[in-house]
């Protein structure tokens, strides 16, 4: 398979860290360059790759195939639409948008251009999520919890403008309610307690009956324990742990994102299914304001 050349938006410490290390190392795709909104870290990040940088986006776009996105989610929403329009396939960072009608305009310019379109649900991609979920899948599963802490608030790379205003679950809510969604049949209902900035606690109703639970903070202290995805049914239970998921998740991003691309679409995790992740999180929201 021809690499598929792709054009990355964003050049923060996740881009530099996952996003252009996986894209430039092959042999799946091809890093085409880098565009950011502050044109020296993208100068930078491209150098580091041996790639071009571009001052405007549309330049970009011109020299690849598909984009990938590594930016708040409330400007992937915007530059999202810019690159559907233009015909490219497209590589998502979750959350889908900052908001539901950001994720629903963005999803519609997706369908409506024709782009094939992934999502980086990270866990996904691991082979240790894989074998989880067929364990879980095969319990005939009828409730789950699962657990995120971080003190990631409090400091660091990631204590970014979007994550302190909107809390933990925009951010870490998207993994795990997708993991028990995909564990325990898709969720249709939400029931939210708690503080955004603080602990949030979800209660989830599951398509067939089943019943789980989510508890998220990125404000804890002290040392904590990874995240953790627990299944229960009736032939046993399956679990999964946070650190079970290691950097070979990030090859297996590249390399379903070019076959995404090849076939023209048809990944599960695409737009549509991060739209509605977003639903349910909106949901909650709703309930917690």
């Not at 690849?64 to 590589?91: H, I, N, S, T």
Request: charged letters at 20%.
């Amino acid at each position: 398979m021809e690499p598929v050349s792709v054009g990355l938006v964003g050049a923060g410490p996740w881009a530099e860290m996952v996003h252009a290390p996986a894209l430039a190392a092959g042999p799946h795709t091809r890093l085409a360059g880098v565009w950011a909104r502050r044109p020296q870290a993208a100068d930078e990040l491209a150098g580091k790759h041996r790639v071009p940088s571009f001052e405007r986006l549309e330049e970009l776009f011109d020299l690849c195939e598909a984009v990938a996105f590594c930016v708040p989610p409330g400007v992937q929403a915007e530059l999202g639409v810019l690159a559907a329009k233009a015909g490219k396939a497209v590589l998502l960072e979750k959350p889908l948008a900052a908001d539901l009608d950001g994720a629903r305009r963005l999803a519609d310019a997706i369908g409506e251009a024709g782009v094939a379109s992934q999502m980086l649900f990270t866990f996904r991609y691991a082979p240790a999520t894989t074998a989880f979920l067929g364990r879980a899948r095969a319990l005939r599963p009828f409730g789950g919890r699962a657990a995120d802490t971080s003190g990631v608030l409090y400091g660091g790379p990631f204590a970014t403008p979007w994550r302190l205003e909107r809390g933990a679950l925009l951010d870490i809510g998207p993994h795990m309610i997708d993991l028990l969604d995909a564990a325990l049949g898709p969720v249709v209902s939400v029931r939210a307690h708690g503080d955004p900035l603080k602990w949030v606690g979800l209660l989830l109703e599951h398509e067939g009956g089943a019943v789980s639970e989510a508890s998220l903070t990125m404000a804890a202290g002290g040392d904590l324990p990874p995240a953790r995805v627990e299944v229960y049914g009736v032939e046993g239970n399956a679990s999964l742990l946070g650190s079970e998921v290691g950097d070979d998740a990030f090859p297996a991003v590249a390399r379903e994102f070019a076959r995404t691309v090849r076939s023209g679409g048809g990944h599960p995790l695409d737009a549509r299914h991060g739209l509605r992740i977003q639903e349910i999180i909106a949901d909650a929201e709703r309930q917690l304001a």
